[in-house]
């Protein structure tokens, strides 16, 4: 009996050797293999104790696949799926983002289902509501994304509870299962990071709500960049991290790690974040920045760098509902030289497309990039910069409503031709051989009303002629590849690397009027939002004397008396008398951008 207990010990210890053998082997493996990683990479291991929240699979989810869903039209099975990617609340509106190229606005609606508090997935018949409203509109994101808006519920509906918003193809029918929807996550605008593009050897982040000084560049040594292993899905993945080399406003730029280095046209689509170190010295705590961005490269755009150089001039600009004033913007400054426009659109949903397809078949070269970010435009312009530089040797930031004018050029009396013609083109190209200078500055007269009651039918420059006295602010054209790394930017002028400056025009030889004072009907949208993103909205009750804000106006949209009169204390007629007298049509009157191309 004894050796019969004898031989089941030594098979049952020879057994226990077999699998801690083994156990062993794979530990000493995966050792072998965070050893080589640790060669090429940071390998930052987020414990407790070094990073609050700690990463559970909620937080990992941030980086690679966020709460998505696939979703396929059961009433049309050909039609092709598509993946919701991400979910963000903004002030008026949800932007969802999917992974499929653009669906028509009325082939989907948005759905809102309230989970109660006492809701959980275990419920025979847990509290659900629901409510259907039309999608707001829908766009091209990027080359495999598309946008959808979706407006808020309706005031009446329920506020108790979890919230969240879906996507569904219109005479769907049916309802999510709820552990599923319990797992949904919606990103708050106040704190999220939203765009990301390859930089050479580092990868540069826009950000909201690191809450850094405006107009300054911030110390990077407290920030750092987290990438998204690819394949690493458990709840103890891990992720690899770089430092921040600079950081300025809501931009950050970090070293990439070497796999993406040696690899750079992989890089696309991988998720990147940032972190960054706060508490005290005694209880350091580091935060992680919820992410929706993924790694884009300035060679992704759908315009392709020209072949025999650079353009000379080229613009950029970001509007909101401005599609009325951009033919008459495009082509004046065409004249003047610019060969290339960055339409950065922010919203718009007055068939600005459009009007960019109407331009570009008419030979402008004009491409529009879907910027859903609000309240964004130096974060718009530094990223402008990097897709500029490729194709640019200068680029100038100016918004839709400002025209360079050549007072003494306009005035030469010439035997063939129309004076001025690339006057601006020119100003820019003897200055692209300076050693010094890296930014070209003009002063900008601000014109009034006028006395109109309505918008002027041949555009801004011919409307309104009733301008201040004194010059205000100015704006700038840049050398892209000699912009300071932290990219930047206040008010349209950069921070230069150093060792460069600006150079200032002499306003009887160049100024861009401005035509900033419109009739009220155009002014008043200013009221709903201003771009930049650290000017105060209109709305809010600060800074009421600031030149951000017009002079004499509250907090509301309220027309205020004799408004058509207001800002008004010297005519001035030039360029309007110009452009009458060169390219108004001699049979009908209509000036170029009056007549539409389709």
């Not at 040696?262 to 170190?277: C, E, F, H, M, Q």
């Amino acid at each position: 009996m004894e050796p019969e207990q004898r031989r089941k010990r030594k098979r049952a210890v020879g057994r226990h050797l077999h699998i801690s053998s083994r156990s062993l082997f794979l530990c000493f493996s995966f050792l072998i293999f965070l050893l080589f990683l640790s060669s090429h990479h940071r390998i930052f291991f987020f414990t407790p104790s070094t990073f609050r929240p700690s990463l559970t699979a909620s937080t990992l989810s941030l980086l690679y696949s966020s709460s998505s869903n696939s979703i396929l039209d059961p009433l049309h099975p050909t039609a092709p799926s598509y993946t919701l990617q991400h979910r963000i609340i903004f002030p008026d509106h949800h932007l969802l983002i999917l992974t499929t190229p653009q669906h028509q606005q009325h082939q989907l609606e948005c759905v809102y289902y309230t989970l109660h508090p006492n809701a959980n997935a275990s419920s025979p018949a847990p509290p659900l509501q629901l409510q259907v409203r039309p999608v707001l509109s829908t766009d091209c994101y990027d080359e495999s994304r598309s946008i959808v808006r979706c407006p808020f519920p309706q005031t009446n509906y329920t506020a108790a509870g979890s919230q969240t918003v879906e996507l569904r193809r219109r005479g769907e029918v049916g309802r999510r299962n709820l552990g599923f929807l319990l797992n949904q996550t919606v990103q708050s605008w106040d704190r999220v990071a939203y765009e990301a593009i390859l930089d050479g050897d580092t990868v540069v982040v826009f950000v909201k709500g690191l809450n850094l000084r405006p107009h300054k560049i911030s110390d990077p040594t407290r920030i750092r960049c987290h990438f998204g292993l690819k394949g690493f899905h458990q709840d103890n993945a891990f992720l690899l991290t770089t430092r921040a080399i600079s950081v300025a406003q809501e931009v950050v730029r970090c070293m990439l790690p070497q796999s993406i280095k040696n690899n750079p046209d992989k890089a696309r689509g991988i998720r990147v974040t940032v972190s960054y170190l706060g508490g005290n010295v005694r209880h350091p705590v580091r935060a992680l920045v919820p992410s929706v961005a993924r790694v884009s490269t300035p060679g992704s755009s759908i315009v392709q760098k020209r072949k025999r150089g650079k353009y000379e001039l080229c613009a950029c600009t970001m509007v909101w509902n401005q599609a009325s004033a951009l033919r008459e913007w495009v082509m004046y400054h065409a004249w003047l030289g610019v060969e290339r426009w960055f339409i950065y659109d922010n919203n718009s949903d007055d068939d600005i497309e459009k009007v960019v397809q109407e331009l570009d078949l008419q030979g402008f070269n004009v491409s529009r990039k879907s910027w859903p970010w609000i309240k964004t435009q130096e974060a718009g312009f530094s990223h402008c910069a990097l897709r500029a530089r490729e194709e640019c040797k200068w680029v100038g930031f100016f918004d839709v409503d400002e025209f360079f004018y050549f007072p003494s050029e306009f005035r030469l009396n010439l035997r063939e031709g129309v004076p001025g013609e690339n006057s601006l083109r020119s100003v820019v190209a003897n200055f692209s051989s300076s050693k010094s200078i890296a930014e070209i500055r003009t002063a900008c007269h601000s014109f009034g009303p006028s006395g109109l009651h309505s918008p002027p039918k041949q555009g801004v420059t011919l409307g309104y002629t009733c301008r201040l006295q004194s010059p205000e602010r100015h704006k700038s054209i840049v050398r892209p590849d000699l912009l300071d790394i932290s990219l930047l930017n206040v008010v349209h002028h950069f921070q230069l690397r150093q060792g460069f400056r600006y150079h200032n025009m002499p306003e009887g030889t160049a100024i861009v009027n401005h035509y900033k004072y419109q009739v009220w009907e155009t002014f008043k949208a200013k009221f709903f939002r201003r771009v930049a993103t650290y000017v105060v909205d209109w709305q809010e009750d600060q800074n009421k004397g600031s030149k951000d804000r017009a002079p004499g106006l509250g907090t509301e949209a309220i027309e205020p008396p004799n408004w058509r009169l207001q800002f008004c204390e010297v005519w001035d007629t030039g360029l309007k008398d110009f452009l009458l007298s060169n390219f108004a049509d001699p049979a009908t009157g209509l000036m170029p951008w009056e007549r539409s191309s389709l």
